[in-house]
Structure formats: C-alpha cells, structure tokens
C-alpha cells in the first residue's frame, strides 16, 4: 500500500539518480542524517538536502544511466523501506573514503553495466525524510563492473585511480 511518505521516498530516489537535485530541499528534512555516508566524500556526511545532494553527485559522477526500479514498499508508522534494484553504467572512478573523510580506494571506469538489489530504509517527520540507511549488495556491483576478482592489469589502474583521486582531494 503507498501512502504520501511512500511516494515521498521512491521521489527522493528518483531525484537522486536523475532529477533536478533542487527538488530534494522539500522531500528531505534540515536536519536529515544519511548513515551509508560514512564511506562517501565529506560533503555527504552533514544533515539536510545539501548532505543528499553531495551523495547524488558522487553516485552521479560515477554511475550514468542511474535508475532505481521499485518492486516494494513498506510503510509502519514513520518508517518507510524500498525494495529496489539499481542500476546504471560506470564512468567514473568510484571513490570510497575512510572515517576521516581521505580516499581508501577508487575503482576506475569500466563502462560496464550492473543491476543490483537494495532496500533503502527511511524515517519521516512531517513528510520529509529524517533518516536514510541501506542494505546493498556491494559484492554483486563489484563483480558485475568487473572489480573483483581484479586482474593484475585492473589493480595497477586502481592504484594509479587513488593517487589521482587522493590528489583531487587535496586540491
């Protein structure tokens, strides 16, 4: 059964993987928190729509093509779950980050594409999300791009991708 918090969270996907990100500031609370953001860029680990943006453009810079296909929701009071499959064509390196916020490994482009099932879990107050974590299947995106298991050739463009990434950073 959808209900308007629902709809809210499967809009907020949508614009994540591809809308306008200004329409964010309405479906996400000021003081919203996104716990998957401790292994993404500085920028998305503070609160509010700004904090949703930073982590749309990382996956975005990323991933082309992005798209998120529902399969279920589950509403129980403030608590909203998706079921979905996410999809899309690497790019661009993904670069993930330790917990001070410093480059811990970047997975150059493949052009591959992938398909890989999550359930996003969202809190609502007064019609916006408040919070936002995940289950992901990190294992079934790194094989499909083809990350694992790497090839000597793929680990020597991993390395050279950190040290161009950990020098972006620093920039």
Request: proline residues 6%; glycine residues 6%; aromatic residues 8%.
């Amino acid at each position: 059964m959808r209900t308007i918090d629902t709809d809210a969270c499967i809009r907020s996907m949508a614009i994540m993987a591809a809308g306008d990100l200004a329409e964010l500031t309405p479906i996400v609370h000021p003081q919203a928190v996104n716990r998957e953001a401790k292994d993404e860029p500085p920028a998305c680990r503070g609160q509010g729509p700004a904090a949703f943006v930073a982590t749309a453009h990382w996956l975005r810079a990323a991933f082309a093509d992005l798209a998120f296909d529902i399969h279920d929701t589950v509403a129980d009071g403030d608590l909203i779950a998706v079921h979905c499959t996410m999809s899309g064509r690497q790019v661009g390196p993904f670069v993930s980050y330790d917990e001070r916020g410093e480059v811990a490994q970047a997975f150059p482009p493949t052009g591959r594409t992938f398909a890989i099932t999550q359930t996003h879990w969202f809190r609502m107050r007064d019609g916006q999300v408040i919070e936002h974590w995940a289950n992901r299947d990190d294992l079934g995106l790194a094989t499909q791009l083809g990350w694992v298991p790497p090839s000597p050739a793929f680990m020597v463009r991993m390395a050279l991708a950190r040290r161009t990434a950990r020098r972006s950073a620093a920039a």
